[in-house]
């Protein structure tokens, strides 16, 4: 059974870093593109970032340049790196992959931005 694990969310100051992490289990995660999304309140839940198994990783421009996404195969854990939050960051991250042709999602990690 696949578990995805979020962690590492909080209040942050506008400009501040956050590092969330992704634990993974029941997968042989090193095969796997993994990536991170969002869903602010009101709001479609959107890409942040996506990494393949050969550790090319992709951004929206929204995120370019301030968030860094990462894994660790050994750990089998997952992270994303955020840099000069911004307001509009502010949303519940999730972790996710596809796997044996099903989405699994983790239960997400809240991050809030303040002024």
């Known amino acids: 059974q696949v578990h995805l694990r979020e962690s590492g969310g909080g209040l942050v100051q506008a400009g501040g870093s956050l590092r969330l992490s992704c634990a993974a289990s029941g997968i042989n995660f090193k095969l796997y593109r993994m990536a991170w999304y969002r869903q602010a309140s009101g709001k479609q839940r959107e890409l942040v970032a996506s990494i393949s198994s050969d550790g090319s990783s992709n951004y929206p421009d929204n995120v370019k340049g301030r968030f860094t996404i990462s894994r660790d195969n050994v750990r089998n854990t997952l992270y994303l790196q955020m840099n000069s939050l911004k307001l509009e960051d502010t949303a519940v991250y999730y972790c996710?992959?596809?796997?044996?042709?099903?989405?699994?999602w983790g239960q997400g990690t809240q991050v809030t931005v303040s002024s």
């Open positions: 996710t992959t596809t796997a044996r042709g099903s989405d699994f």
